[in-house]
């Protein structure tokens, strides 16, 4: 019996929608996951990582691994901000992703290689933090920077 292609198409639609409409947040298969099954569309994990690994390979999503034995989380790539080229910033609190896209990378490139011989590479280069929107909600006798 030959397999249908078009729960599949539909399937790769609605993960591409998902990822794109949350833009600015890096995402779990196991987000997507759920999101399908809220909307009614039973899938197969294997199927969304299969699909998620296909997308990174193309560069439309960047693939970010926090540590060993960690789960991988999604962000896609938008062309725009030219999202290979540089570091993003994610908050610990929100789980908002800022592009650090700006010249004082072309100056961390140059310091790297001038003083350090070191070829930045950026592609799933993610640096930790509090964003200033939650800083500001931080409770005022709270230190800064602790969660």
Do not use: W
Request: aromatic letters at 8%; hydrophobic letters at 30%.
């Amino acid at each position: 019996m030959a397999r249908s292609t078009s729960y599949n198409t539909r399937t790769r639609q609605l993960i591409l929608d998902y990822l794109t409409a949350n833009r600015q947040h890096a995402v779990s298969a196991a987000d997507i996951v759920a999101h399908l099954e809220a909307a009614g569309e039973h899938t197969n994990p294997t199927t969304v990582y299969r699909y998620l690994d296909k997308l990174a390979g193309e560069r439309r999503v960047m693939k970010y691994v926090a540590g060993k034995g960690e789960r991988a989380v999604y962000q896609y790539a938008d062309e725009a901000h030219h999202c290979h080229e540089h570091i993003h910033l994610k908050c610990t609190r929100c789980g908002e992703i800022f592009h650090m896209d700006c010249h004082f990378m072309d100056e961390v490139r140059q310091h790297l290689q001038a003083e350090h011989g070191f070829t930045l590479q950026c592609e799933g280069s993610i640096l930790y933090g509090v964003c200033r929107r939650c800083a500001q909600q931080q409770e005022p006798n709270a230190p800064a920077g602790k969660p």
